[in-house]
């Protein structure tokens, strides 16, 4: 079975340019967190989404939204891109939101 | 509130030495704590966890755990280091028992000399 899936693997941005990250999860999972992580650092949490609700957001600017399909996969989408915003984005799917995260290999962000 | 401490960036052990990553936890409510590994271009794997069934957490790979409320800690433990082993190390938090929401520390990379 696949795991969960992210596109693309890598990513090469402009300041002030928009991004639109994807992330397709195990079969079955109706869950999808987001998780930024910044080069020496650990992942930080973004948003979870169950059954194409928002479920949770962590301290992220508006500048950063999601949204999730009826077929549950899921999309990230930054604006207004900024240096800072440079990071390893990683996806995670679970059965249900408490459940166990299976995380996919994530897509590298630059942002020039 | 819920937050994670990993002492030490990095960590350098030689191959068939003790490995020990230190992580202390800070919870106002009884927490759910995770080891996961990282290793170069992937994604995390969940090592091992504790669900407040018994103290001393096995994992995968050899590695174990062991939480100690009175130290507010949960240090990764493995009696014999691999080449294999090097990677990147992260403490999680969590509110629920199997996952959900992490609160990840800022990771402890371990290198393993020959």
């Known amino acids: 079975d696949a795991g969960v899936t992210q596109s693309p693997t890598h990513l090469i941005k402009t300041r002030g340019q928009h991004v639109t990250l994807r992330c397709s999860p195990i079969s079955g999972h109706k869950s999808v967190s987001w998780y930024q992580q910044v080069l020496g650092q650990g992942p930080q949490f973004i948003f979870q989404?169950?059954?194409?609700?928002?479920?949770g957001r962590g301290n992220f600017p508006d500048r950063f939204s999601a949204r999730q399909f009826p077929n549950y996969s899921s999309e990230l989408n930054v604006n207004a891109l900024l240096l800072g915003d440079s990071a390893l984005y990683l996806c995670?799917?679970?059965?249900?939101?408490?459940?166990?995260?299976?995380f996919g290999s994530g897509t590298q962000l630059s942002v020039l | 509130a819920q937050s994670v401490t990993q002492l030490g960036s990095h960590v350098s052990v030689s191959e068939g030495a003790l490995v020990l990553l230190r992580c202390n936890y800070s919870?106002?409510?009884?927490?759910?704590l995770f080891w996961y590994v990282q290793y170069p271009n992937q994604g995390l794997q969940l090592l091992l966890k504790y669900t407040s069934a018994a103290t001393l957490v096995k994992g995968i790979n050899g590695f174990e755990a062991e939480f100690k409320k009175s130290e507010t800690s949960f240090h990764l433990t493995k009696p014999s280091a691999h080449m294999s082993d090097a990677a990147e190390y992260f403490c999680a938090v969590s509110l629920y028992n199997q996952g959900g929401k992490l609160i990840f520390g800022q990771g402890t990379e371990l290198s393993v000399k020959p």
């Open positions: 989404y169950y059954e194409k609700e928002e479920r």
């Open positions: 919870s106002s409510v009884p927490p759910y």
């Open positions: 995670a799917s679970s059965l249900v939101p408490e459940e166990k995260l299976f």
